[in-house]
């Protein structure tokens, strides 16, 4: 079991040509649920002029435990 993979939800933001492969790590590369990424997310739109819902998106992916 030690070696199973965590899932994990990170912001994604999108560069100028569309392809989401900037991963947001402020205040946390990733986090433990959907709901707190998607709660970053939304302020992040709401404060930063540059991030937008069509620039910006929550991703499900793996952590190898520590």
């Known amino acids: ?3 199973e993979l965590i899932p994990v ?3 994604s933001l999108a560069d100028n ?3 989401f492969d900037w991963i947001y790590t402020v205040p ?4 433990e649920t959907r709901e707190e990424a998607e709660e970053v997310r ?4 709401k404060n ?3 991030v ?3 620039n910006s998106k ?5 952590r190898i435990p520590q």
């Open 42 to 45: 939304r302020e992040l739109i």
């Open 48 to 50: 930063e002029e540059t």
């Open 28 to 31: 946390k590369p990733y986090y």
């Open 9 to 11: 939800y990170v912001v």
């Open 17 to 19: 040509e569309g392809n």
């Open 1 to 3: 079991m030690a070696n």
């Open 58 to 62: 929550v991703k499900g992916l793996w």
């Open 52 to 54: 937008t819902t069509e």
